[in-house]
T-cell receptor, first 115, second 114 residues
């Protein structure tokens, strides 16, 4: 089974609107961490947001928020007020393991922000 | 502070040749990671170091790939001999001691095997 599933290969959003990028994960570990990264066309991976499995509240970082639904094993990224510079690949990732030594990335979602 | 440095940025080799990539992590970061990102896919973790010891290398094809992190700072990843399917971007990342969650990535090395 896939550890991280991102079912949206590509998404379009109008500038200034909000967009949700989907991510589901698979783990039997009670302790794990979930991440979102942005990868612009330049190729560098940029950390956006993190959610720990025991965190009670959804993580937020500026215009990014993570909609964490533990029972459904989903960790969707919400970007509010989209900007043209948000156009990029977005990867969901998970860390698990007794020493947090296992990392898995999804296949990514290509977001295009339209002016 | 300086970011994660990688070199070379681009490399083209023929199959069966060998190649090496270099990574210098952010100063003070104890954990270093090497990822392989094939075009159109997410990164796959190849190996993780904690200081100069290997934490996990379960996805490293050890018959042809090797990595070392001498003195717990710089790291090199080597492929010998290369195959066509090794064409990918090789990303290096570093982080503070576990369980620090934020990994800082370098710009990557794009390898093309012909």
């Amino acid at each position: 089974a896939q550890k991280i599933t991102q079912t949206q290969p590509g998404m379009f959003v109008q500038e200034k609107e909000a967009v949700t990028l989907d991510c589901t994960y698979d783990t039997s570990d009670p302790s794990y961490g979930l991440f979102w990264y942005k990868q612009p066309s330049s190729g560098e991976m940029i950390f956006l947001i993190y959610q720990g499995s025991y965190d009670q509240q959804n993580a937020t970082e500026g215009r990014y928020s993570l909609n964490f639904q533990k029972a459904r094993k989903s960790a969707n990224l919400v970007i509010s007020a989209s900007q043209l510079g948000d156009s990029a690949m977005y990867f969901c990732a998970m860390r698990e393991g007794s020493d947090f030594n296992k990392f898995y990335f999804g296949s990514g979602t290509k977001l295009n922000v339209k002016p | 502070e300086a970011g994660v440095a990688q070199s070379p940025r681009y490399k083209i080799i023929e199959k069966r040749q060998s190649v090496a990539f270099w990574c210098n992590p952010i100063s003070g970061h104890a954990t270093l990671y090497w990822y392989q990102q094939i075009l159109g896919q997410g990164p796959k973790l190849l190996i993780q170091f904690q200081n100069n010891g290997v934490v996990d290398d379960s996805q490293l094809p050890k018959d042809r790939f090797s990595a070392e992190r001498l003195k717990g700072v710089d790291s090199t990843l080597k492929i010998q001999p290369a195959k066509l399917e090794d064409s990918a971007v090789y990303l290096c990342a570093s982080s503070l001691r576990p369980p620090s969650y934020e990994q800082y990535f370098g710009p990557g090395t794009r390898l093309t095997v012909t």
